[in-house]
């Protein structure tokens, strides 16, 4: 497991909370959409943790962290066949939202993997490459349980 980076790390621990959010890309080519997530949860004070795993190549892995961590929304960024939003989605029950990637086809490959998840498996979409709105739908759902984001989100 490859960590980025987490916000407020000393808060999260001195409050004994977990994040708010876990940003899982599936690769670390997935960088700059990764950027674009966290810049904006930045901006709206919202603690994150960034992780790369992979759907297909550390499955056990991915598992483990999901089951771990305390995050209440989970923003799954994946190009090609995109099997990350799913597979996370499958093994929670926490919202997942999707973020394809334009690896190839012009992302077109990842979208429609990404929203046609079976009956029982929801995951929620975002255009191609649109990290930022990942960001703001985790925030619109994070704001159903805290007035200040609400606040800071109806600004």
């Known amino acids: ?6 916000v407020s790390k000393e808060e999260v621990k001195k409050e ?13 080519s997935d960088e700059k959409i990764v ?13 994150y943790e960034v992780v790369v795993l992979s759907a297909h190549r550390e499955p056990e892995k991915l598992e483990e962290f999901i089951s771990k961590t305390s995050a209440k ?9 995109a099997a990350l939003p ?33 009956k029982g498996v929801p995951v929620g979409c975002v255009g191609i490459d649109n990290g930022v709105n990942a960001a703001l739908l985790a925030a619109k759902i994070l704001a159903l349980n805290d007035e200040k984001l609400r606040q800071k989100l109806e600004k």
């Open 16 to 28: 004994g909370l977990g994040p708010d959010v876990a940003v899982v890309s599936g690769s670390k």
């Open 73 to 81: 929304v989970f923003i799954a960024i994946a190009g090609l066949s």
């Open 35 to 47: 950027g674009d997530v966290v810049k904006q949860l930045e901006v709206l004070g919202i603690s």
């Open 86 to 118: 799913g597979f996370i989605a499958s093994r929670t029950v926490r919202p997942v939202i999707g973020v394809p990637v334009s690896a190839k086809l012009g992302g077109l490959d990842a979208l429609l993997s990404t929203v046609q998840m079976p």
């Open 1 to 6: 497991m490859w960590v980025l980076e987490m």
